[in-house]
């Protein structure tokens, strides 16, 4: 079975401080891992994923096999980071198992 | 330029009354899925529409149904909903191929009387 675990419900963070929230995940075979995210009022959409190995907005994710963790980070928070964060694995299957989320407000 | 549109953005139905929620798409996707989420917990797949095959999870209650009768448009269909069943439900599409992105909309977020 497949599991994503997202320790924190919520992360508090002041602007200009650096952010991680955290995810790890349950897997046998070779996972594809993904952030998506939630701002207020707007649709769930993709941030990025470990495949892409891109930063997107600022956050790098970096997927270790070894503590099969693909945690989410930003050197520097601004306020409009302030958002829901999910992250999510792909297994055999079509679909995606997600996180419970972290709800991350970046403090002025 | 909403290319996921769910339809109706609130639904409130009484228990035992079954309900219907929409879902349509203008990227042409093959693959069109149903998240539930409950507060304050993950989106959980329903179902999902790989083109005409339906996958069904293994957990989704009997209770819960879907269509898809064509490319554009997917429905979730609750025969008898329970107070259990009050949730966000939300529609999801991918391409199927390669890029594994999915494109949600903004979601029906149903309530049981």
């Known amino acids: 079975a497949q599991r994503v675990t997202q320790p924190e419900k919520l992360l508090s963070v002041f602007k200009g401080a650096p952010v991680e929230l955290k995810c790890n995940y349950s897997y046998s075979g070779s996972p594809e891992l993904f952030w998506y995210v939630q701002y207020s009022r707007q649709r769930l959409q993709l941030l990025l994923r470990?495949?892409s190995r891109e930063s997107i907005k600022g956050f790098t994710a970096d997927l270790n096999k070894g503590e099969t963790s693909f945690h989410l980070k930003k050197p520097f928070a601004q306020e409009e980071d302030s958002a829901m964060y999910y992250c999510a694995l792909r297994g055999g299957a079509d679909g995606l198992t997600f996180g419970k989320g972290t709800h991350l407000i970046i403090q002025p | 330029d909403a290319m996921v549109i769910q339809n109706p953005r609130y639904q409130v139905t009484q228990f035992g009354k079954p309900v219907t929620l929409s879902c349509s798409q203008t990227l042409n996707h093959n693959v069109m899925y149903w998240y539930q989420q409950k507060s304050s917990q993950a989106p959980k797949l329903l179902f999902h529409y790989y083109d005409k095959d339906f996958n069904n999870e293994a957990d989704t209650p009997d209770n819960f149904q879907s269509r898809r009768p064509n490319t554009s448009f997917c429905f979730l269909d609750i025969r008898s909903p329970g107070l259990g069943d009050a949730a966000m439900y939300l529609c999801a599409t991918s391409s199927g191929g390669a890029d594994k992105k999915l494109f949600f909309g903004s979601g029906t977020q149903l309530s049981v009387l």
């Open positions: 470990h495949i």
